[in-house]
Each structure stands twice: as structure tokens, then as C-alpha cells.
């Protein structure tokens, strides 16, 4: 008969498991609901867990409760953490309004060429005079001249002040809610915003007609946070002292920046190409493997500097002091690196398998990795719809799995050392593989080459040097140069034909049958049972999202903010209108939004049309064109705009047309004449008219009333199913007579939320209400997904994938 320790040890997997999927169900809402139901949940929970204790109880009976007790808990005090914070959210009435704050600078801020972005603790607010409430933590951004945040800003702006973490200061914000893109595949800044604690974001309002913003004092609060920014700033002070040239300095800076304080933003845009390419850029953040690293040589080092007192080791034995010791000093360097959600996920693995080492109990590696992965989940719910969370859970998972005697290598040569790391390497690579692509849509085939030699090169050389320049900074230049060779090497490997292996991302059952074909591949199993998984890796390596037929189009207007971008895709061909905003130097809606969901899509272009030459636009057009070598642009563009050096532009003229899949496309504006450099670049959108003979739909680009006019003059072909609004719904366009004679059923608006211009005007959609026009936007709909085949219906993004951390829009 099994004793009770051993039904307790039985029960614990169970129990542990039972916890994960509790949190994860929780996760799956789309709305919250009363902290009385989650109290209920959590008050079940408990009672499940009575019998348990009951001695005369079946087993199963036991196992049943402790998996249905363990499950509420899990999904009740998840719920009961996110109504309770979502509780303290930004009213709705107080979005956009001017408001005098106090508070705190929390972390150090970023920088860019716009201005500052930085984290805001409030200790009051005022409207009007009046006290107001407010989220307790804000995200800023602190911008100069008129442009700031990727938009358009009320007035001319001072210039931002320097900012210190843990400075008091009072200023006037303007606020909204936390409000990001949502596209099929793409990032969720509302959950990252979730994640990071902070309800607002807003900019700080420093127009010559408002009160300046007043640094009150330095306080003590926040130190760790003053030191990384002291570090930071020194290391870019030191670096870009040292001479050469000025980019690359900034750009090596970044990178040692990154490794030592943990700012990743500080990274190069071109870096983190090269890194993402070749499969190293876990390693250019604090990651796991860096805390993990710096713990062991911490519990080394501690353990044999203690062994040197048999007093000591009569007091505490030297293993466990190292154990401790590793354990706090990781923790340190985790809080020092920004306590990012990578590095808090490691504290928490280590500090579960420390306590139990130290408590001395041996426990199967399952029970040790669902433990862990339990106390991530208790500490942080969230991190589960993180990628870090899976690639690191399943990486350690699949090398307990296949450990083959690690305990041996403490005493192995250096030659069998090497090879077993090797062989570690290529075990992660391949169970990865899967994964990856289900995630990214993307996997470095030069990932094994590059890890080989950057892993030991970042981890032994690059971070110990930068991390010790925080004691002797020249020691930081010495980094430097390393990440430089490092860099040559790694670019050389980015620039092989076929460095990387983009794929359409697969859904969930096919990835999570890739991942179990990678993990039986590697197991130590016979081959005959191994190959068995290379069937189950089919469905994510050659998954093909749907097309339509022939004869047959489809739209979907991506969320990109303030712009246009709209695919529309036939049978075997794909077209791009427009490529949406530039938002700031490092950043446009190519390179966050459209690439990324391009190759999800796995979409190869045909042709990119550019309606005319604004940069909400054209903003993300060189990354588009980048990504995508064989498509042909199609534009109003000048001769000399800078595009034109990338990929030499036809010009777009009324007449134009062509027939792909049984889908006629036709440019109806601008004519020939039209093209007088004086006039107004709205003039000279290109008008593109798309049908199959049943349906059709009219991509409009920002013509305005007079060219509305025009079109309506020469006997254009208006009719349209599918309007995409003229202009983003401005005051100056949609005309009554135009949308008589287009006579749409449904509307695209593409605008950001908010947005200073007011688009769409209040005017503009009650004219397109009078005539029985559904208006869909992207604010409220996210990406929104059209097809000829169902021409009266609509998918929207943010209802497909709604999550109760996503913004509803009042």
C-alpha cells in the first residue's frame, strides 16, 4: 500500500497542473466578471480541497478534488487580481482633458529623437481646480516641436526637460486610455501595458500657453532606478567619447546599455534585425540564461570563498551559503537589469529549486518544472501569453527530458564538455523550431552556427566585461569591441540567402503537434519510435492560409493608426494600398505592424500601391519594399521622393488597369493633367477600383471634394459594395453627391484613436447614416477582414481575439 507521503507526492502533479490550467482558462475571457463570482469560485475551491484530508477517501476520489480545487484557485484569484486592478482604471470622462499632476518619475527615461518617454507614479491630480482620480501609474511621453507619439501634437511644444528617476515633478498631461493596433498575429501593447501595471498613457503638455512643467525635488524613492540611468548614461557618455564613428558608438553603447541595465530599447532597430535573424537575440536582453549564469558563478564563488573558514562551514555548509548567496545576488542583478518580466520568471525557477535543495527533498523533474512553472504563474498570470514564458519552460522541460548524465560533466574532458553542449544546442534548436514558427512565423536556419559561438562569447566575455565596467569603466570599451566582432560576424551570417525561414503562422493544434514531433525526435528513444514525429511537423511547416477563389477578392484593413494600409488579395496575387504612418525615426507601421503580418500571412506582393506621397502613407513603405523584392510600386510620388531609390515607382494615371484571377483592377484618378507639382498632394491620390462583376470595392486614398467632383464629372465608375472613406472621414471629403454615386453598403474608416483631426467628423458620418451606410472603424474593430463572397458581413480583429485587458471604446 502506497504511504501517505507518497499519495501526497502523487497528488502534488495533479494539483500543479490543475493550477496552470485554472490561470489559463482565466486568461481565455473576454469580459471579467464580479469579484462576488470569483469569490464564490474561490470559496468552492477551498471546500473541494476538505476531502483531501480525509483518511477513509478513495485515491481517485482525492486526486479528483485536488485537481478541481486547484483549478478554481488558480482561475478565482487570477480574476479577483484583474478586477481588482482593472477597477483602477482612466475614466472615460477624463480622456483628453488638460490635468495638473504630482507625482513621482519611476523608472529611467527613454529617449529618441521625438522627445522622452518615461513612467509616472501619481500622488495627486487636478481638473479644473478640482481633485480627480487617476490611474496610479502612467505612461508619458514628453515631446518637442509639433510631432510627438506618432501624432500630430495641439501646438508648438518646449522642448523636454531632463528627467531623473525618482524626481518629484508637477506638469499638465493630456491622457487616454491605454488604446494599441490590433491585427491578426500582431503585438498587444494593451496587454503589455496590462502587464507593466500602467491604466494611461498620455504626453505631458508644454505648449507656450500652459503652465511648465516644475521639477519640485529629487527624493529618495526609487534608487535602483536612478542607478540604472546613471550607469546608462555613463556607458554612452564613455563610449561615444572613445572616438570612431558616431553611429556605430551608439550603436555598440546600445548593445552593452542592454547587457548591463537591461535597456533593450536602446538596441539599434538594424541590430535587433541582424540578432532576430541569426536566433540570438535572447541573449542581447537580461534574460533567463544571464540571471540563470551570473546565480551559478555567484554560488561558486560564494561557496568557495566560504569554505575557506571551517568556522563557517561548521556554522552553514558551504553548498547552501552558495546556493543562498547565488539566489539574492541573481535577484540583485534582476532588479538592477529593470526586474523585466524575463528576469522575474528566472528569480522565481531559482528561488523554487534553492528552497528545495535546501530543504533536502529529491523530487522527480516533472514535479520540479510544474512547480516552477506554478510559482511564475502565482507571482505573474500573464506570463503565460508571453512567448519568453514557452520558449524558456519548454527549453529546460525538453533538456531534463533528454538529459543523458549531466552530473558526469563536472568531471568530463573539454573535449566531451563541448560536445555535450553541442549536442544541447542542437536538441533546443530543434524542439524549438516548432514553436518558433507557431509564435513568429520565422526561424533562423543559421541559429545552431551562431548560438555556437555567441552564446559562449556574450555569456563569458561581452556580459562579464560590461557588467564589470560598471566597477572600471574602461573595461566598457573592451566590451564594446567584443560585441562589435561579434556583430561582424553574426551580419555575415544574416546575409546568407537563406538565413531565415519564414512560413504562414500555423494555428494552436498544429504548432502543439510540431512541438511533440520536435521533443519525440530528441528523445532517447529508438529511431523507429523517433521518426514518428517527423509527421507530426508537417502541419506547421507547410501550413497555407486560405486564399480566395478564383474570381473571388478580399480586403483587410490593418489596424496601423492614423493612415492607410489595406491588402487586398485574389486568387494568386496580393496587392498593398498604401503603406501606413511613419511614427517616429525608429519606428513606422512597416516595420511594427505590416511586415510582421505579411508574413504571418505568408503573402508575397505583387504590387504596392502608394496613393500619394504623405507619410501617413508612405511611412512604412521601405520596410515593405524590403521585405518584399519582387513587388512593383505603383504611386503618385515625385521623381525625386526619397522611395524612388529603393524601388523606381510607375506613376498611377486614370486608364490604368489589369485583371488578376478573374478581378478586374482600374485606376480611376489622377489623370495626366492632374500632375502639377503646386497643387496639394491630397489631389493626386490615387483611386483604385476593384471588382469581380458582382462586388466591388473603391480604395480612395485623401481626395477631397474637388476631386470627388472630378470623378463624378468625367463618368468615373463609382458604384462600389466596399468604400474605403476619403480622406479617414475628414470634414473635406465625402461629398452627398459622391456618395450618391457610389452608393456603398459598407464604409472602412482607417484612423487612430483619438486622433487630434477628429476623423471621422461627426458631419461626414451622419451623411453616410442618412443613407443607410454601415461605417466600420479601426479604433472600434481593429483590423477589419472583408470578403466578396459574404459582402454584408465584417470580421473585426478585436472581437475575434477579445480578451478583457483590450480596451472597448466607450
Known amino acids: ?336 537589469s529593470g526586474w523585466g518580466v524575463p528576469a522575474q520568471r528566472t528569480v522565481w525557477m531559482l528561488a523554487t529549486v534553492t528552497l528545495l535543495r535546501l530543504s533536502a527533498r529529491r523530487w522527480p523533474w516533472p514535479q520540479v518544472w510544474l512547480l516552477a512553472c506554478a510559482v511564475v504563474t502565482a507571482f505573474d498570470p500573464w506570463a503565460l501569453l508571453q512567448a519568453g514564458f514557452w520558449l524558456s519552460f519548454v527549453a529546460v522541460g525538453v533538456l531534463f527530458a533528454t538529459d543523458s548524465g549531466a552530473r558526469q560533466l563536472a568531471r568530463a574532458s573539454l573535449r566531451h564538455r563541448a560536445q555535450a553542449m553541442l549536442r544541447e544546442q542542437w536538441i533546443i534548436t530543434l524542439t524549438l523550431t516548432p514553436l518558433t514558427l507557431l509564435l513568429f512565423g520565422q526561424v533562423s536556419l543559421v541559429s545552431l552556427v551562431a548560438n555556437a559561438l555567441a552564446i559562449p562569447w556574450v555569456t563569458l566575455v561581452v556580459t562579464p566585461l560590461a557588467l564589470l565596467g560598471v566597477l572600471l569603466p574602461p573595461l566598457w570599451e573592451a566590451a564594446a569591441v567584443a560585441v562589435q566582432w561579434l556583430t561582424g560576424y553574426l551580419g555575415l551570417l544574416a546575409s546568407l540567402p537563406l538565413a531565415t525561414l519564414s512560413v504562414a503562422q500555423a494555428p494552436l493544434w498544429a504548432g502543439v503537434a510540431g512541438l511533440f514531433g520536435g521533443v519525440l525526435l530528441v528523445m532517447r528513444l529508438p529511431w523507429s519510435l523517433r521518426l514518428l514525429g517527423l ?85 512604412g513603405a521601405a520596410a515593405v519594399l524590403a521585405m518584399q523584392p519582387a513587388a512593383t510600386l505603383l504611386s503618385s510620388i515625385e521623381d525625386d521622393h526619397e522611395l524612388q531609390a529603393l524601388r523606381r515607382a510607375s506613376r498611377c494615371e486614370a486608364g490604368q488597369d489589369w485583371d488578376w484571377d478573374g478581378v478586374h483592377f482600374e485606376v480611376l484618378h489622377p489623370t495626366a493633367e492632374d500632375y502639377d507639382w503646386s497643387r496639394r498632394s491630397n489631389a493626386l491620390s490615387c483611386v483604385l477600383r476593384i471588382s469581380n462583376g458582382t462586388q466591388t470595392a473603391l480604395l480612395t486614398g485623401d481626395i477631397e471634394q474637388a476631386q470627388e467632383a472630378q470623378l463624378l464629372a468625367r463618368g468615373a465608375p463609382l458604384q462600389a459594395t466596399v468604400l474605403l472613406m476619403p480622406h479617414h472621414g475628414s470634414k473635406t471629403s465625402s461629398s452627398l453627391a459622391f456618395l450618391d454615386a457610389v452608393a456603398p453598403s459598407l464604409a472602412l474608416v482607417q484612423a487612430g484613436y483619438r486622433n487630434r483631426f477628429g476623423h471621422p467628423a461627426p458631419p461626414v458620418l451622419a451623411r453616410y447614416a442618412e443613407r443607410g451606410v454601415r461605417v466600420v472603424d479601426t479604433p472600434h474593430c481593429g483590423a477589419a477582414h472583408w470578403q466578396s463572397t459574404q459582402p454584408q458581413q465584417v470580421t473585426c480583429q478585436r472581437e475575434v481575439a477579445r480578451r478583457y485587458w483590450q480596451h472597448r471604446i466607450p
Open 1 to 336: 500500500m502506497p504511504t501517505t507521503r507518497q499519495h501526497k507526492a502523487t497528488l502534488m502533479a495533479p494539483a500543479l497542473l490543475a493550477w496552470v490550467a485554472g490561470v489559463a482558462l482565466q486568461l481565455q475571457q473576454p469580459e471579467l466578471w464580479s469579484t462576488t463570482v470569483y469569490g464564490l469560485f474561490l470559496a468552492a475551491a477551498l471546500v473541494l480541497i476538505v476531502p483531501t484530508a480525509i483518511k477513509n477517501i478513495s485515491f481517485w476520489l482525492r486526486v479528483l478534488s485536488i485537481t478541481l480545487a486547484f483549478a478554481l484557485l488558480g482561475f478565482a484569484s487570477t480574476g479577483l487580481r484583474a478586477t481588482v486592478f482593472n477597477s483602477q482604471g482612466l475614466t472615460p470622462a477624463l480622456e483628453g482633458k488638460d490635468i495638473s499632476v504630482t507625482g513621482l518619475v519611476t523608472a529611467m527615461p527613454q529617449y529618441s529623437e521625438a522627445g522622452t518617454r518615461f513612467r509616472f507614479e501619481i500622488e495627486s491630480a487636478q481638473l479644473d481646480g478640482q481633485p480627480v482620480r487617476l490611474p496610479p501609474r502612467l505612461h508619458l511621453g514628453w515631446y518637442g516641436g509639433v510631432w510627438g507619439g506618432g501624432e500630430l501634437l495641439a501646438d508648438l511644444q518646449r522642448a523636454p526637460q531632463p528627467l531623473q528617476a525618482g524626481e518629484r515633478w508637477q506638469m499638465t498631461v493630456r491622457l487616454k486610455a491605454p488604446h494599441g493596433g490590433s491585427n491578426p498575429h500582431g503585438f498587444d501593447f494593451e496587454l503589455w501595458l496590462w502587464e507593466q501595471g500602467l491604466q494611461a498613457t498620455g504626453y505631458v503638455r508644454a505648449g507656450p500657453r500652459d503652465t511648465a512643467p516644475q521639477r519640485l525635488a529629487p527624493t529618495w524613492w526609487h534608487p535602483v532606478e536612478r542607478l540604472r540611468q546613471q550607469v546608462r548614461d555613463a556607458i554612452f557618455e564613455r563610449l561615444l567619447a572613445s572616438g570612431g564613428d558616431e553611429r556605430d558608438r551608439v550603436r555598440l553603447a546600445g548593445v552593452v546599455a542592454a547587457l548591463v541595465v537591461g535597456d533593450q530599447q536602446a538596441i539599434d532597430r538594424s541590430d535587433w534585425d541582424v540578432f532576430r535573424a541569426t536566433g540570438v537575440a535572447h541573449l542581447m536582453s537580461i534574460s533567463g540564461l544571464h540571471v540563470t549564469l551570473f546565480a551559478w558563478l555567484a554560488a561558486m564563488a560564494i561557496g568557495w570563498l566560504w569554505r575557506r573558514s571551517p568556522r563557517l562551514c561548521l556554522a552553514l555548509p558551504a553548498p547552501s551559503t552558495g546556493l543562498l548567496g547565488g539566489l539574492l545576488l541573481a535577484t540583485a542583478y534582476a532588479l538592477f
Open 535 to 619: 509527421p507530426l511537423l508537417l502541419p506547421v511547416l507547410l501550413w497555407q492560409v486560405p486564399r480566395p477563389l478564383p474570381g473571388q477578392f478580399e480586403l483587410l484593413a490593418a489596424d496601423i493608426g492614423q493612415g492607410n494600409a489595406v491588402l487586398v488579395q485574389t486568387a494568386t496575387h496580393a496587392l498593398l494600398f498604401d503603406a501606413g504612418p511613419r511614427y517616429s525615426r525608429e519606428s513606422d507601421a512597416g516595420h511594427r505592424v505590416l511586415v510582421p503580418l505579411l508574413r504571418a500571412l505568408d503573402v508575397r506582393l505583387d504590387r504596392l500601391v502608394l496613393s500619394h506621397r504623405d507619410s501617413d502613407h508612405t511611412g
